[in-house]
């Protein structure tokens, strides 16, 4: 049995560059008397809203660090959130070390990215 830990993630204001990083599991480190492993994060609820008083969009990608390549988009490409609205999404992915949850929005800090999920050990 996993003994992952529940953990709520952010909140972070969604800047206007579509290529920063937002979240990635910690990697292996070197310990003392032992070898860490890397750990992974299994995001199961993402709410993105909008604090403003007009309609703002949002984009997320998965893959390298401040990458957003094509065929990398992974949950609201372009999506539109109406004012002082919020969009949710809920699933299951899996975010390795090597995994970047990269993306931003429209405008500067007019969305809030939140979400919820567990952090294991790989």
């Given at each position: 049995?996993?003994s992952?830990?529940?953990?709520?993630?952010?909140?972070?204001?969604?800047?206007?560059?579509?290529?920063?990083?937002?979240?990635?599991?910690?990697?292996?480190?070197?310990?003392?008397?032992?070898?860490?492993?890397?750990?992974?994060?299994?995001?199961?609820?993402?709410?993105?809203?909008?604090?403003?008083?007009?309609?703002?969009?949002?984009?997320?990608?998965?893959?390298?660090?401040?990458?957003?390549?094509?065929?990398?988009?992974?949950?609201?490409?372009?999506?539109?959130?109406?004012?002082?609205?919020?969009?949710?999404?809920?699933?299951?992915?899996?975010?390795?070390?090597?995994?970047?949850?990269?993306?931003?929005?429209d405008?500067?800090?007019?969305?809030?990215?939140?979400?919820?999920?567990?952090?294991?050990?790989?």
């Amino acid at each position: 049995m996993a003994s992952n830990k529940i953990q709520r993630l952010g909140p972070v204001a969604l800047t206007a560059t579509l290529t920063t990083n937002i979240l990635n599991p910690a990697a292996a480190g070197a310990g003392t008397g032992y070898t860490p492993t890397a750990s992974y994060i299994i995001l199961r609820h993402i709410r993105i809203t909008n604090k403003t008083t007009s309609a703002h969009t949002f984009s997320l990608w998965l893959g390298a660090t401040g990458a957003n390549a094509a065929g990398t988009e992974v949950i609201g490409t372009g999506t539109s959130i109406a004012a002082n609205s919020s969009f949710d999404w809920y699933g299951q992915l899996r975010l390795d070390a090597a995994d970047f949850l990269v993306g931003g929005a429209d405008a500067i800090t007019c969305l809030t990215f939140e979400a919820e999920g567990e952090i294991g050990l790989a």
